[in-house]
């Protein structure tokens, strides 16, 4: 259960996946997931709280993880680990993103937002906004 001003975090199931069903001391486990809440924190704090809990900021690089965002209830936008440098990159796997989910299936033309949220009242789709700007955040 979400409680207000709280989004639900994310981390995949490659970071915390074993046999036993097992997510770390915070975490909860919702289908192959581990999740755990953020506050609402700037792009900058939101990468440090996630690396302070074990993990990483939501990385959907493929359609599979994407669609598990709608199975979370989660505040309007959150943020996510892709990022804007000379290319859409994932921060913490560093490579281009193949799959995509922006608003209107079109990459921003307009870079200066240079980090990501993911919009649940756009379908889950995401949105290129200032990392300086304050969301919620997935891990």
């Excluded at 981390?11 to 074993?18: G, L, R, T, Y």
Aim: aromatic content about 12%; overall charge negative.
């Amino acid at each position: 259960e979400n409680r207000a001003g709280l989004a639900i975090g994310i981390c995949s199931k490659a970071a915390f996946e074993d046999k036993d069903n097992y997510c770390p001391n915070g975490f909860r486990k919702v289908e192959s997931w581990c999740v755990i809440e953020g506050t609402p924190a700037i792009r900058k704090e939101a990468k440090k709280n996630c690396k302070e809990k074990g993990g990483i900021l939501f990385t959907a690089h493929t359609k599979e993880m994407q669609d598990g965002l709608k199975n979370l209830t989660l505040s309007d936008s959150s943020w996510i680990g892709l990022n804007y440098d000379e290319n859409w990159r994932w921060m913490e796997i560093y490579f281009t993103t193949g799959f995509q989910s922006w608003v209107g299936d079109k990459e921003p033309n307009d870079k200066s937002g240079s980090c990501a949220v993911t919009n649940i009242k756009k379908e889950y789709n995401w949105e290129a906004k200032d990392c300086e700007e304050m969301y919620p955040y997935l891990c």
